[in-house]
């Protein structure tokens, strides 16, 4: 296979010995196909030799061979040529590349002449012709490794090339050696990467960090620079040969571009409709229609009482939606001191304050940038603010803090709050324009004490998730504790039942949690003593018969729709009216 691959210098090595010789040469490969020849056997290259001519012997045997008598000698009475065969006298050796055959080169007379000056200088010919095949397996070791090379090259290269960060090599003149599809991007350059090989760098990006690094000898690690108002990270490696520099290597990612992908991996997180968990009328009501605004990109105002999960339902929103591949970015407006939350919303300029860092920092607004942001808290939000805002969401632009320049961005808000805005605006503490500008579309999440049905519901899952988290069996509550949580009131919501439950898997010494475990999370005047209106069985019994009421309510009380929910609760229709009828 190399031979033929290699087939112009066979030949000419061929050439060189039939000069050299006075004599003809061939040469053929381990299938016995002629890869070179001179002579009678110039024609014949491309064509295969007999199969069972002396050259199968040499493959097969893998020493020299002398013919005295071709034609005649018993290697040749197989020979399909033999009757026809133009050689006098023949001298054929293996060529032995990595221990296996590969091929063999023969040197052969033609007339009487050149036979009997081979014969006498039979040890000169064996030797010569024994040098010239190992000069051949040379080649091939050669061959292979420059095939190799070259295989590796362009895999190098395609690797490269598609390197999500850019990649530049320059020589100590700095001269462009090699260039990165990525690096041409950041640089803004439209030219192809083979056209600016040898091109002198200092000419579009002068002071480069690169350039540095080559004139002072030293090596950077993640340092930034600046690029034609783009802040970049690069890391410079220096090449040397001999103790000398002879090139440096620099790759390089745009700052803003990787910050806003770790906020994009860090804050989208997971959450979607099926993570609400919930039976009643009022969650599934809520579900399905946060599900219908999902599909656009109307502005949605979430109101509800602290932990009742609205940073759940505005990522469920935003994973629902066209915008799922890019950021989902979250703020509480209340957590951030006032004199940040400007800049943490909408970023800073070069040298906006004392402290700020030299390339200036995107806000939140930019990070999401064809995302959505999440505004929590927003009844919080400082009255000077909220008119920034409100410019932000009419024009689609901002400007940064100590900045001059306008940004344009493409994002979806989702403000939420515990407060009742309405309030705040007649107290003129939240700003009515604003306000309008928000609930676009209202959502409101009842407690958790206006859909008791759904207490069972979470219960069952969060025990198993913290079962599972703390590596505990626990099976549920005792009757005693269960009555309790069924009539708290919950102030905390959602929130609060999943703080509980976690508080008594962590104390809990048996497969059931009992009241003692959780009395601790409870101020006394939330005893299981101040419930001693119902029983477990008349609550069980109650909430039965809401949920069987809440579907008839879906399917119509009429007997298809009492059929429809019997099916769906999978219970015959005589114990879906017993249900009814239990007081």
């Known amino acids: 296979m190399f031979l033929q691959r290699m087939s112009k210098s066979v030949q000419q090595i061929a050439d060189a010995i039939a000069t050299a010789l006075g004599a003809n040469v061939t040469i053929v490969d381990n299938n016995l196909l002629r890869v070179a020849g001179t002579g009678p056997y110039f024609q014949k290259i491309g064509e295969e030799a007999p199969q069972r001519s002396v050259f199968a012997q040499v493959l097969k045997q893998m020493r020299v061979i002398i013919i005295a008598e071709p034609g005649e000698n018993p290697l040749c009475l197989d020979c399909a040529l033999k009757q026809n065969c133009v050689e006098t006298y023949e001298i054929c050796a293996p060529i032995i590349c990595q221990e296996s055959v590969v091929g063999v ?138 103790k000398r520099v002879i090139s440096g290597v620099a790759t390089f990612s745009d700052l803003d571009d990787m910050q806003k992908s770790v906020y994009q991996i860090t804050s989208s997180g997971n959450g979607s409709f099926a993570d609400i968990i919930g039976i009643s009328k009022k969650i599934i009501n809520s579900k399905r229609k946060a599900l219908q605004v999902a599909a656009h990109d109307s502005t949605v105002l979430i109101t509800g009482e602290s932990g009742t999960g609205k940073e759940v339902f505005a990522r469920a929103i935003h994973n629902g939606s066209s915008r799922a591949n890019h950021p989902f970015i979250a703020i509480n407006c209340s957590a951030i001191p006032e004199s940040l939350l400007e800049s943490e919303l909408f970023g800073y300029a070069t040298g906006a304050f004392t402290g700020a860092s030299r390339r200036g920092k995107p806000g939140k607004f930019e990070l999401a940038h064809q995302g959505t942001i999440f505004l929590d808290e927003i009844g919080d939000m400082p009255l000077f603010l909220q008119s920034k805002l409100l410019r932000v969401l009419q024009d689609k632009t901002l400007i940064r803090v100590g900045g001059i320049s306008t940004v344009d961005i ?174």
């Not at 599809?181 to 690169?210: M, R, T, Y």
């Not at 899952?461 to 009555?483: C, D, N």
């Open 105 to 242: 080169i023969s040197i052969f007379a033609s007339d009487d002449q050149q036979k009997k000056v081979m014969i006498e200088k039979n040890k000169q010919y064996i030797n010569f012709i024994e040098q010239m095949s190992n000069l051949i397996a040379s080649k091939i070791g050669e061959y292979r490794l420059l095939e190799e090379i070259t295989t590796y090259n362009k895999e190098l290269d395609i690797i490269i090339q598609n390197l999500n960060q850019g990649v530049l090599s320059v020589n100590v003149e700095g001269r462009i050696k090699h260039i990165n599809k990525k690096a041409l991007s950041l640089l803004s350059l439209p030219n192809s990467p083979q056209d600016l090989i040898g091109a002198e760098l200092e000419e579009f990006w002068p002071g480069s960090l690169v350039l540095k690094a080559l004139a002072e000898e030293k090596e950077f690690y993640e340092e930034e620079e600046l690029y034609d108002k783009k802040h970049l990270l690069s890391t410079v490696r220096l090449i040397r040969k001999d």
């Open 410 to 583: 493409d994002v979806r808000v989702i403000a939420a709050t515990n407060n009742d805005l309405e309030e705040l605006i007649a107290n003129k503490m939240f700003r009515k324009d604003l306000y309008y500008r928000l609930n676009v579309i209202p959502l409101r999440l009842a407690p958790l004490r206006e859909k008791r049905e759904d207490i069972p519901v979470l219960i069952e899952h969060f025990i198993y998730l913290y079962s599972e988290r703390f590596q505990k069996e626990v099976a549920g509550f005792t009757p005693e504790a269960m009555r309790f949580l069924l009539a708290y009131d919950w102030p905390g919501n959602v929130r609060e039942l999943e703080n509980v439950i976690e508080y008594g898997i962590n104390f809990c010494r048996g497969s059931y949690i009992k009241m003692e475990d959780i009395q601790g999370r409870f101020k006394a005047s939330y005893q299981i003593n101040s419930k001693k209106g119902s029983t477990l069985k008349e609550m069980v019994q109650s909430y039965e018969r809401e949920v069987v009421k809440n579907l008839l309510d879906k399917y119509g009380w009429d007997e298809r729709g009492k059929e429809k929910a019997a099916v769906e609760l999978d219970i015959s229709r005589a114990t879906l009216y017993r249900k009814l009828s239990q007081n």
